[in-house]
């Protein structure tokens, strides 16, 4: 019988520096790039107030939350923003802060007032080999002295009752983003702020198996340790590669049950979300967690009231060759890995064909989970 039983070793998601531009006005090459800046203006949508991006130029004088996006992160150690003329001579430092604790997203956010003359973004930082780097953004903003900026807060023939009421709302969440701001500018003096990293093991990985020793799904076993306080997503995502380009994407494996030792920080969730659902929880700077993830294709379910397991088709239905062809292969697909907020990637070489997954489950008692996917049962 094939049971693949073995250890990975991770691959880190990084571009090569020399892939990226490097500053216009002179230097050396960066390794990263904007790939978006907008500012963002407090208005009132279905859900409350919010910010929501303009659609005009943002107007001298005012206050916007500036959002800005940067590719090639991986390769960050410490980065600061700025605000600069049109030929790049820096204007005014910015507090921003990383807008998620993920290794590969490159948002930052901050409170900015727009200069009095054409300007751009400039991120200044250090690269994971020391070397420094300084990068502006593409485009030249031209702002104009006055406008509107649109969509407004109240509409003008709201009772003014309601626009009172409405107007604490908002300006509660004006206070709130404040808030934000100065606790930026008290974590990140200087405007710097610290990229944090993790570090994966080695990649343990056996079939999580029935009763009777019949492979069911994969059993992953791996540690992280970050050096900064960070809440993140830390179970994988998992799914086969096949040869036919039709059955990719038909089947991801999605956790069971497992473990996390020691449990990180969960606030309102439980473990069962960290696990089945991804779910970000907040691990701390210097601790190794240790990881043991039973995984099982996404088709399967199992009944929250019996335990017992039930195999969606129907997921299957609206397109069924593909899936019937998948069956009746034997292909064993290597398995792709990514731990996306670390930054982390690997490759299971082969493993059991979707075929033999399935027919284990309906062996050990697995029902039809007809056409919804209700758990309770």
């Known amino acids: 019988m094939f049971i693949p039983i073995g250890t990975l070793a991770l691959r880190r998601a990084c571009l090569s520096v020399g892939e990226f531009p490097q500053d216009p006005a002179g230097g050396a090459p960066s390794p990263i790039s904007f790939s978006r800046l907008r500012f963002r203006t407090l208005a009132l949508g279905r859900e409350g107030p919010d910010y929501f991006p303009l659609k005009s130029t943002a107007v001298q004088g005012r206050q916007y939350l500036a959002d800005a996006r940067i590719d090639g992160i991986e390769g960050v150690a410490a980065v600061r923003f700025e605000l600069t003329d049109a030929a790049g001579r820096a204007l005014q430092l910015l507090s921003m802060w990383k807008a998620t604790d993920s290794s590969t997203d490159g948002e ?69 983003m404040g808030t934000r701001a100065a606790r930026a500018a008290t974590e990140h003096p200087g405007g710097v702020i610290s990229i944090g990293s993790s570090a994966l093991s080695r ?42 380009y039709e059955w990719r994407g038909l089947v991801t494996m999605k956790g069971l049950r497992g473990t996390i030792s020691p449990a990180p920080e969960l606030g309102a969730m439980s473990l069962n979300d960290v696990i089945v659902y991804g779910s ?14 039973d995984m099982v294709p996404d088709y399967v379910f199992q009944g929250t009231l019996s335990g017992r397991y039930c195999v969606h088709d129907q997921k299957f239905a609206a397109n069924p060759n593909p899936w019937n062809a998948l069956l009746a292969s034997s292909e064993t697909p290597p398995y792709s890995l990514s731990w996306n907020d670390a930054g982390s990637v690997a490759t299971i070489p082969a493993f059991y064909p979707q075929s033999a997954l399935r027919a284990n489950f309906i062996t050990a008692g697995a029902t039809d989970c007809g056409p919804g996917a209700n758990l309770r049962f």
């Open 280 to 293: 970000r929880a907040q691990y701390r700077a210097g601790v190794t967690y240790t990881f043991s993830i």
């Open 203 to 244: 990649i343990g990985y056996e079939p999580f198996v029935s009763p009777s020793g019949a492979p069911l799904g994969l059993r992953l076993r791996y540690s992280l340790r970050f050096d900064a306080d960070s809440t993140v997503a830390a179970i994988p995502h998992v799914f086969p590669v096949y040869k036919p």
């Open 108 to 176: 930052f956010l901050g409170l900015v007032t727009i200069p009095g003359q054409p300007f751009r973004m400039a991120a200044v930082g250090t690269d994971r080999r020391g070397a420094a780097f300084r990068v502006l953004s593409r485009d030249v903003i031209q702002p104009p002295v006055s406008g509107a900026d649109e969509p407004g807060l109240v509409s003008p023939g709201f009772p003014a009752i309601g626009q009172e009421q409405i107007q604490k709302i908002v300006d509660g969440a004006r206070q709130e």
